[in-house]
């Protein structure tokens, strides 16, 4: 079993639709929580991350960690064209690695 | 886009062949990771390097090294490369904090 499950998809939603984006994990240790964005044949970009438990707001974008069930969300407002891209989960235990580990990565469309 | 180059960016090699994959910054930041993209596994660290001459395994080091002589210069060498190392190769950079990394454009390479 890997340590970060994600649903590759694909995902296609119309304009505007919320996206909500999920991962799963199984180690109780990870407590920084982030999300990347992918655009195709270019390397990821830190969208954004949270410490612990919580949630976290970022303009149209909005992450949840809920360390109970072991479960972080991303939710996208409004979504545009523009998000089309594969977002990857990725974590870390708080001290001592520097290592992340990514989730596979859930590939979006959006549809004008 | 962070100040990182790769080079090459696209190579197609015969098997057991030595390659080198280059990875160079202008951010002058401490940490330099390299990292592997397959489809169904994400992005997974081959080695890290957190200083001039300083650098650790990741999750998938077997059939890898790395060099790092410079801040700004680190090096993958797949010794006597084979089919299964075909993928999509990124490096990428961080300061300090773990989760602020920043990914270069990445390099295709084909192991026929």
């Known amino acids: 079993q890997k340590e970060v499950e994600q649903d590759p998809g694909p995902l296609s939603v119309p304009e505007g639709a919320i996206v909500s984006l999920n991962c799963t994990y199984s180690n109780s240790a990870f407590q920084y929580f982030m999300w990347y964005r992918q655009y195709s044949r270019k390397g990821p970009e830190l969208l954004m991350y949270t410490y612990s438990s919580g949630n976290k707001e970022d303009g149209r974008f909005t992450a949840q960690v809920d360390k109970s069930s072991k479960y972080i969300s991303l939710f996208i407002r409004d979504s545009q064209p523009s998000d089309s891209a594969t977002y990857l989960c990725?974590?870390?235990?708080?001290?001592?690695?520097?290592?992340?580990?990514f989730g596979q990565g859930t590939r979006l469309t959006i549809n004008p | 886009d962070a100040g990182i180059t790769q080079s090459p960016r696209h190579k197609v090699t015969e098997t057991g062949t030595p390659v080198t994959l280059r990875c160079h910054q202008t951010?002058?930041?401490?940490?330099m990771y390299w990292y592997r993209q397959d489809p169904g596994h994400g992005l997974r660290l081959i080695h890290y390097?957190?200083?001039?001459?300083?650098?650790d395994k990741g999750e998938v080091s077997d059939g890898y090294s790395v060099s790092r002589s410079k801040t700004e210069d680190f090096l993958l060498t797949l010794e006597s490369a084979t089919s299964s190392q075909t993928s999509v190769y990124f490096c990428?950079?961080?300061?300090?904090?773990?989760?602020?990394?920043?990914f270069g454009p990445g390099t295709r390479l084909t192991v026929t």
């Open positions: 390097s957190y200083g001039v001459k300083d650098t």
């Open positions: 951010e002058n930041h401490r940490y």
């Open positions: 990725a974590m870390s235990v708080i001290q001592g690695a520097q290592k992340l580990v």
């Open positions: 990428a950079i961080s300061r300090d904090t773990l989760y602020e990394q920043y």
